[in-house]
C-alpha cells in the first residue's frame, strides 16, 4: 500500500515562508511524478507544482511561478515544496500527489493546512 504523508504546514504572515515535505512509502516513488495541489475553501483544487520522476522537469501553477521551488529527492522518497514571499491568497489545504504513468496509478496524500496572514 502507497502511503503519502505530508508535513510542514502552518500559520506565517505575508512574505514569510514555509517548506512542505511529502514522504512515500515504496519503490513506486523514484518511477513516479511528483506534486503538490491546493485547495481554498470555495475554490477548486489547482496546481501547484509537478516534476517529474527524474527531477529534470518542474511544472508551475501560474499563481506560484517563481516562488514556490519544487525539488525531490529520490535517494529518501521525498519531495519538498519551499514556499517563499507567501500570501494571504496562497492560504488552503495543499496535497502530495503521486502519479504512475507505468502503472496508471495516482495517490494522494490526507493535505496539509498553510494559513497566511495579512
Known amino acids: 500500500q502507497v502511503q503519502l504523508v505530508e508535513s510542514g504546514g502552518g500559520e506565517v504572515q505575508a512574505g514569510g515562508s514555509l517548506r512542505l515535505s511529502c514522504g512515500v512509502s515504496?519503490?513506486?516513488?523514484?518511477?513516479?511524478?511528483m506534486g503538490w495541489w491546493r485547495q481554498s475553501p470555495g475554490k477548486e483544487r489547482e496546481l501547484v507544482a509537478t516534476?517529474?520522476?527524474?527531477?529534470?522537469?518542474?511544472r508551475y501553477g501560474d499563481a506560484v511561478k517563481g516562488r514556490f521551488p519544487l525539488s525531490r529527492d529520490n535517494a529518501k522518497n521525498m519531495v519538498h515544496l519551499q514556499m517563499d514571499s507567501l500570501r494571504p491568497e496562497d492560504t488552503g489545504t495543499y496535497y502530495c500527489?503521486?502519479?504512475?504513468?507505468?502503472?496508471?496509478?495516482?495517490?494522494w496524500g490526507k493535505g496539509t493546512l498553510v494559513t497566511v496572514s495579512s
Open positions: 500527489n503521486l502519479e504512475s504513468f507505468l502503472q496508471s496509478l495516482n495517490y
Open positions: 515504496g519503490s513506486i516513488f523514484k518511477t513516479s511524478a
Open positions: 516534476i517529474a520522476s527524474g527531477g529534470q522537469v518542474v
